[in-house]
């Protein structure tokens, strides 16, 4: 039989090491394997019943067909709504819209800005998923180490040094996923001096907006000033402030050009979300105080696992821990480990270490090369504290 050729893009693209990770620790589990699972990006908890309550209604109310591709009038109402309360900008009802989850919205938004060898700026430590959807957009990635900063998060000089005739645009992450950093503003406003009057776009990615510790704020670009809300795509959703991963529903607010480049790519490669998941994210958005109330207990139960998490595994020998002020991650550097020996074997780099860790201590976390650091492993705290502990101990009789 022919061998059948596939695309470039595809055949050079790396799969998702958050994702693979998940899925290595769901196999050991059905052997009956008992894996204390650190490797996940998402809550822990169910979907409040007040939003699968919407969801339902709406599907036994027939609202099962196609509807616009920027979102239904309640969704936009919603959006708009959200960003002018959390973001504080106002956006017309041409300027927002929902997408297939958050990593949707990244993606058409490079799309839509990148040509083939334009320069993306990304900060390291990353999420795994940017370097790969800016080469599948056929640009280029440009990573600038930010290991050495406070909260880990980039200067101006920093970016100033990086941009060259060929960048196109800047991707931001505050809070950060791996290492829970936040930026200031700062910080924020040091990055809006060095862009201001280039013809650069910033995408900011904001999904984990809501879960802050230890007084921190958010802050998004686009509200520093008119250039910058011109400039700035702002990409949020519900995922993660709602314990809603599975919705798949990314939001996103940006200047008209921009939006309308977005939207009609949706229309050709989605098509729209489901009406009956828009009206429960649209309920989501709208934070009734019931809801801000579970809001605010799931950050309070995260910022006691952080500091269970960081105690503990402050205790491992020759490992760092960075202590978050966002999202729900523990970001650990175990370059000492690397070159060593784990029960008799050199450990490669981290992906070996991460790996092993896995198959021989049952322990599921994620290595931190695809987040552009090797040495690293990150560690989710949207576990629980039995589960935290369990992987602790386990890891330090394995490294013993």
Partial sequence: MAVLPLSNRVLNIKPSATLGMAQAARELSALGIDVAVLSAGEPDVSTP???????????????????????????????REKFSRDQKVAYAADEVMCTVGAKSAIFLALMAMINEGDEVIVFAPYWVSYVEQIRLAQGLPVVVDCHDRRDMMPSGDMLKKAITKK???????????PTGGVIT????????????????????????????????????????????RSRTVVISGVSKAYAMTGWRVGVVAASKTIMAAMTDLQGQQATCLPEFIQDAAAYALKENEELRQEIARMVGDYRDRRDFAVGLFGQLPHVKVFKPSGAFYIWTDFSYYLGKNIASVSVKNDLDLALRMLQEAHVACVPGTPFGANGFLRFSIASKKTDIEKAKDRIAKWLA
């Fill in 49 to 79: 019943k007040a939003i699968c309550d919407i969801a339902k209604a709406s599907i036994d109310q027939g609202k099962t067909h196609y509807v616009p591709v920027r979102g239904t009038k309640a969704m936009v109402d919603a959006m």
């Fill in 167 to 177: 960048t196109k645009a800047v991707i931001l992450n505050s809070p950060n996923n």
């Fill in 185 to 228: 503003k700062a910080e924020l406003s040091d990055l809006a001096r060095v862009l201001e009057g280039t013809a650069i776009w910033l995408i900011s990615d904001e999904i984990y907006e809501k879960l802050l510790f230890d007084h921190h704020m958010h802050y998004s670009p686009a509200s520093l000033s008119e250039d910058m």
